[in-house]
T-cell receptor, first 112, second 111 residues
Framework: QQKVQQSPESLTVSEGAMASLNCTFSDRSSDNFRWYRQHSGKGLEVLVSIFSDGEKEEGSFTAHLNRASLHVFLHIREPQPSDSALYLCAVSATSSGQKLVFGQGTILKVYL | EAAVTQSPRSKVAVTGGKVTLSCHQTNNHDYMYWYRQDTGHGLRLIHYSYVADSTEKGDIPDGYKASRPSQENFSLILELASLSQTAVYFC??????????FGPGTRLTVL
């Protein structure tokens, strides 16, 4: 069964510094990867979806996928205090009907 | 724009009571999902459905039933609510290979 782990559990960065979040998965047939942001008490906002090895950029968010090493990263360029939130990684595989398996999340805090 | 709505948005239930959470989508999507989220954690899949009148068990189905009476509507039923089912519940819809669209969530508190 797919297992998705995120690290670190929490991360504090200053405004404008790069923030890097890590997500590891266990199913090598995984082919669909997403990063979501969730502000406290709110719903999920999709930030970036990636389906093949390499990088994909959406605004200040860049996802980097390396399926051989079972890692997908999220880099946030010049984060602002409004980016303080819970960040969730979600992984799915066509072979399992595209059911999303979520990591436990990384809490990001951005200070001035 | 894709739309998934949930009702109620918040509910307080008593232990042993029956709770029904409703989800409605106007995306014309075949797939619908129910997840639960415990404070500060990711989402876990409870039940899902590929087509009306059919439901499938997800990763944590115990204590929950689901009903898909039409393409647009998907309900989650707690026949005997328990304290451990206090959580936020999210519904989502998707088509194959398309983004899952999430509803705003229902905060359920069981006392």
């Amino acid at each position: 069964q797919q297992k998705v782990q995120q690290s670190p559990e929490s991360l504090t960065v200053s405004e404008g510094a790069m923030a890097s979040l890590n997500c590891t998965f266990s199913d090598r047939s995984s082919d669909n990867f997403r990063w979501y942001r969730q502000h406290s008490g709110k719903g999920l906002e999709v930030l970036v979806s990636i389906f093949s090895d390499g990088e994909k950029e959406e605004g200040s968010f860049t996802a980097h996928l390396n399926r051989a090493s079972l890692h997908v990263f999220l880099h946030i360029r010049e984060p602002q205090p409004s980016d303080s939130a819970l960040y969730l990684c979600a992984v799915s595989a066509t072979s399992s009907g595209q059911k999303l398996v979520f990591g436990q999340g990384t809490i990001l805090k951005v200070y001035l | 724009e894709a739309a998934v709505t949930q009702s109620p948005r918040s509910k307080v239930a008593v232990t042993g009571g029956k709770v029904t959470l409703s989800c409605h989508q106007t995306n014309n999507h075949d797939y619908m999902y129910w997840y639960r989220q415990d404070t500060g954690h990711g989402l876990r899949l409870i039940h899902y459905s590929y087509v009306a009148d059919s439901t499938e068990k997800g990763d944590i189905p115990d204590g929950y039933k689901a009903s898909r009476p039409s393409q647009e509507n998907f309900s989650l039923i707690l026949e005997l609510a328990s304290l451990s089912q206090t959580a936020v519940y999210f519904c989502a819809s998707s088509d194959v290979r398309v983004e899952q669209y999430f509803g705003p969530g229902t905060r359920l508190t069981v006392l």
